[in-house]
Nanobody
């Protein structure tokens, strides 16, 4: 599976962005997909994940009610809709694929996209 993340940018606090992650490879539709983020000097942090059929979904507490993860298996794409963005959401966001598990741990994900920068100004 090859992953290509896009959709990042600069937005003011309270604004919205939608990230996309396009996947190639037949195993995408059977993989759990996750979004992670990493700020300078910090470890990579789990943000959200989604099951292969479009559910279930799971979020880190800090984004619940603001972010929504979804997927379109016909388009081999997973999305992260981010609303009510805060400066602390600033990070490089990565999508990742886990063919075998249901985990929040980065080490469990076998495939990673290149990352897209999200910057939220106050």
């Amino acid at each position: 599976v090859q992953l290509q993340a896009s959709g990042g940018g600069l937005v003011q606090a309270g604004g919205s962005l939608r990230l996309s992650c396009a996947a190639s490879g037949r195993t995408f539709s059977r993989a759990v997909m996750g979004w992670f983020r990493q700020s300078p000097g910090k470890e990579r942090e789990f943000v959200a994940r989604i099951g292969w059929s479009g559910g279930p979904t799971y979020y880190v507490d800090s984004v619940k009610g603001r972010f929504t993860i979804s997927r379109d298996n016909a388009k081999n794409t997973v999305y992260l809709q981010m609303n009510s963005l805060k400066p602390e959401d600033t990070a490089v966001y990565y999508c990742a694929a886990d063919r075998f598990g249901w985990s929040s741990e980065p080490r469990e994900y076998e495939y990673w996209g290149q990352g897209t920068q999200v910057t939220v100004s106050s």
